[in-house]
Nanobody, 122 residues
Framework: VQLQASGGGLVQAGGSLRLSCAAS????????MGWFRRAPGKEREFVAA????????YYSDSVKGRFTISRDNAENTVYLQMISLKPEDTAVYYC????????????????WGQGTQVTVSS
């Protein structure tokens, strides 16, 4: 499977963005999908994940209540709706896929998109 992330941009603090991750290739497999981010000078960190059916979601404590992950399997797309954005959310956001069931561990994800920049100004 190949992944293409989009939807990043520049937004003021308190604003919203929706990221999309379009999958192509062998999309018939049941992948857990995740969003991760890497801020300048920091390690890559988990943001959110959703199981193959979309019925189970996971969030990091830093985004819980502000971000929502969802997926449309008919469109082979995963979304990350982000509201109440903060300057500390500034990072390159990556979508990723894994056949491992319901994992939030970056090393378990074996397919990664190219990343999309999110910049939140104060």
């Amino acid at each position: 499977v190949q992944l293409q992330a989009s939807g990043g941009g520049l937004v003021q603090a308190g604003g919203s963005l929706r990221l999309s991750c379009a999958a192509s290739g062998r999309t018939s497999s049941r992948y857990t999908m995740g969003w991760f981010r890497r801020a300048p000078g920091k390690e890559r960190e988990f943001v959110a994940a959703v199981n193959w059916s979309g019925g189970i979601t996971y969030y990091s404590d830093s985004v819980k209540g502000r971000f929502t992950i969802s997926r449309d399997n008919a469109e082979n797309t995963v979304y990350l709706q982000m509201i109440s954005l903060k300057p500390e959310d500034t990072a390159v956001y990556y979508c990723a896929a894994t056949r491992v069931v319901d994992t939030t561990t970056p090393s378990a994800y074996d397919t990664w998109g190219q990343g999309t920049q999110v910049t939140v100004s104060s």
